[in-house]
T-cell receptor, first 116, second 112 residues
């Protein structure tokens, strides 16, 4: 496997279900991100982990719970979601350094989530 | 606050040139990125500008003017496979860390 992988690619769940999204990066990066992409809206940053410490929680509802057990893996635990949470959830990673380095983010293919 | 504007949709003809504009307002600018995203796929990195001027990479070029809060992505010799969304993103220094703020994307349709 190369780059950033995400599983599952598609997920349909009811509002009372509990599920988890998984992301794995094979690039040796030190930062990982969760984004939400809804139709016709900008990518919304949800969580940032740098060196396995959560450094950002962008006012995301508590029904979304991230976990970063090590620098290569990132999870997003979902419970009691709402239909408006249906979206594409993208994981990304980057190698963060100080100063003006490029540090582009590499994205996974995303999980298409549908909440019924 | 942060604000990034780009056109919602553009249409161009195969073989032509198209310019996609992006304007932004940020407090701690630290670079501008362009990403390409085909439907149902991950965004992929195209270009990065942190200093004023033009960066050229094959058929794609990106320009930045920090004083004007303006960038454009120029696509030459358009091909059908260039039909995709193009995302402008600005790295901003906020709350003691860098954040990547995305525009809504410009959906480009290349016609034969």
């Amino acid at each position: 496997e190369t780059g950033v992988t995400q599983t599952p690619r598609h997920l349909v769940m009811g509002m009372t279900n509990k599920k988890s999204l998984k992301c794995e990066q094979h690039l040796g990066h030190n930062a990982m991100y969760w984004y939400k992409q809804s139709a016709k809206k900008p990518l919304e940053l949800m969580f940032v982990y740098s060196l396995e410490e959560r450094v950002e929680n962008n006012s995301v509802p508590s029904r979304f719970s991230p976990e970063c057990p090590n620098s290569s893996h990132l999870f997003l635990h979902l419970h009691t979601l709402q239909p408006e949470d249906s979206a594409l959830y993208l994981c990304a990673s980057s190698q963060e350094t100080s100063g003006g380095a490029r540090n582009e983010q590499f994205f996974g293919p995303g999980t298409r989530l549908t909440v019924l | 606050g942060q604000n990034i504007d780009q056109p919602t949709e553009m249409t161009a003809t195969e073989g032509a040139i198209v310019q996609i504009n992006c304007t932004y307002q940020t407090s701690g600018f630290n670079g501008l990125f362009w990403y390409q995203q085909h439907a149902g796929e991950a965004p992929t990195f195209l270009s990065y500008n942190v200093l004023d001027g033009l960066e050229e990479k094959g058929r794609f070029s990106s320009f930045l003017s920090r004083s004007k809060g303006y960038s454009y992505l120029l696509l030459k010799e358009l091909q059908m496979k260039d039909s995709a969304s193009y995302l402008c993103a600005v790295r901003d220094w906020m709350d003691s860390s860098y954040k990547l703020i995305f525009g809504s994307g410009t959906r480009l349709l290349v016609r034969p």
